[in-house]
């Protein structure tokens, strides 16, 4: 089986580095599917999750990030993220916390708010709740 070398990594730290068959993740047009000896392409990502099938291991490897930027090249795949945290450090009472503040905030036609930033918030945090759905339906 041929693999693609993937990383993933924030301006905090690397959060995944290694070899998969397969990796899916949120490109600003749709879901993006990369394989190994993909054609090269650098595209913005939105945020949600990064999908990563390692050979040989029946789970996928999870990732959260919170937009960013993804460059491929015909045997590697790099995700730059704005912030990325592993499927396992997701938490799911701070995403709701974040879309109730972040829905306030729109809800709230004051004229101090930032509007795209709240929106941003409020994507960030919608992203998260399905991206722990979606790890529970995996486990």
Do not use: C, W
């Amino acid at each position: 089986m041929s693999t693609i070398h993937v990383d993933v990594v924030s301006a905090e730290e690397s959060i995944f580095e290694g070899e998969a068959e397969f990796v899916a993740l949120p490109g600003e047009q749709g879901e993006l599917g990369i394989f190994p000896r993909h054609t090269p392409l650098i595209t913005r990502i939105k945020p949600g999750t990064v999908r990563i099938k390692i050979a040989g291991q029946a789970e996928e490897v999870v990732v959260f990030v919170n937009g960013g930027v993804l460059e491929v090249q015909p045997n590697s795949v790099t995700v730059l993220a704005d912030t990325a945290l592993r499927g396992t450090d997701l938490d799911e009472a701070k995403a709701t916390e974040a879309k109730r503040l972040a829905e306030e905030a729109l809800a709230n036609r004051s004229a101090d708010i930032d509007y795209a930033q709240a929106q941003a918030e409020l994507a960030s945090a919608i992203a998260q709740l399905q991206a722990i759905k979606r790890l529970r339906k995996v486990r």
